[in-house]
């Protein structure tokens, strides 16, 4: 852990940003809960550890709001799988990424997205074959010939000798 006085994003500083958040929904509602989890996740603040803030802030919108429409979208349970597995967290992500695969329409990217995080974190080589080829599955309908041999390849790359116990093309 270190200490980063003013981290940004894109140029802005993350408290400003967060402000102008609850500033326009509120403290505590679940769309400024997830979209201050969406800050706090982007690409550029992994190093600076605030996954731990986002995981909070969406554990945070799923007890206070259980019935409302983000508690239910299975991109927030995606989005607190990936934190989840970010923070090296598996049987948390599994959980998050499993209940995202069970409130997602198939063909989707979320599908594609969740059961691809429930491979990776699996040690199982059956069980991870198993998930990949649902995400590749669930991938296969979105995505033109060239783009799902491209994804297929970048599957394979990610779990090595598990590839052969892919279903085929």
Known sequence: ???VPNPQLGGQLLSTLEQNIVAQLGVDTPESLYARAV???QPGNHSLGF???GIDLINQLLVNFPDSALAQASIVHLRLGNLYREVKLPLSA???FQRATQLTAECT???TQAYLGLGLIHTDPS???ELMNLSL????CLLQPT???EEYARVCALVGDICADFRPL
Request: proline residues 0%; without cysteine; negative net charge.
């Open 1 to 3: 852990f270190y200490y």
């Open 39 to 41: 800050l706090l996740s």
């Open 51 to 53: 996954n731990s803030e």
């Open 94 to 96: 599994a959980r998050a």
């Open 109 to 111: 990217e979320t599908a």
């Open 127 to 129: 069980l991870v074959a």
């Open 137 to 140: 599955e669930n991938s296969s």
């Open 147 to 149: 783009g799902f041999a």
